[in-house]
Nanobody, 124 residues
Framework: QVQLVESGGGLVQAGGSSRLSCAFS????????VGWFRQAPGKEREFVAS????????YYADSVKGRFTISRDNAKNTVYLQMNSLKPEDTAVYYC?????????????????WGQGTQVTVSS
């Protein structure tokens, strides 16, 4: 009965920054790896970033590496996605998802609980 709620989406100019939050509830947070995925219109949903239960392991898609940072605050049951140097190609609905294991994963099929998504639009 894990629940995930994203927040922080909106309109950002190219080159700007934004931060998304994902609030987790229902289970022991530190035992869940969390990932961010995104889906643009007409495109398949794609992996963006993931973080292990302790917060020490992270992984990024090549398209966002060096620009995005995933982090978590286990005391607050929250995962963040800091997005810098945003590009129009980053425009998508962003979803956070939780895996019922602490180990990191980049595979969508490994994540069984999903948030509702939040729209991020980057204007050129």
């Amino acid at each position: 009965q894990v629940q995930l709620v994203e927040s922080g989406g909106g309109l950002v100019q190219a080159g700007g920054s934004s931060r998304l939050s994902c609030a987790f509830s229902g289970r022991t947070f530190s035992r869940y790896a969390v990932g961010w995925f995104r889906q643009a219109p007409g495109k398949e949903r794609e992996f963006v970033a993931s973080i292990g239960g302790s917060g020490t392991s992270t992984y990024y898609a090549d398209s966002v590496k060096g620009r995005f940072t995933i982090s978590r605050d286990n005391a607050k049951n929250t995962v963040y996605l800091q997005m810098n140097s945003l590009k129009p190609e980053d425009t998508a609905v962003y979803y956070c998802a939780a895996r019922d294991r602490a180990s990191i994963s980049t595979m969508e099929s490994d994540f069984g609980s999903w948030g509702q998504g939040t729209q991020v639009t980057v204007s050129s």
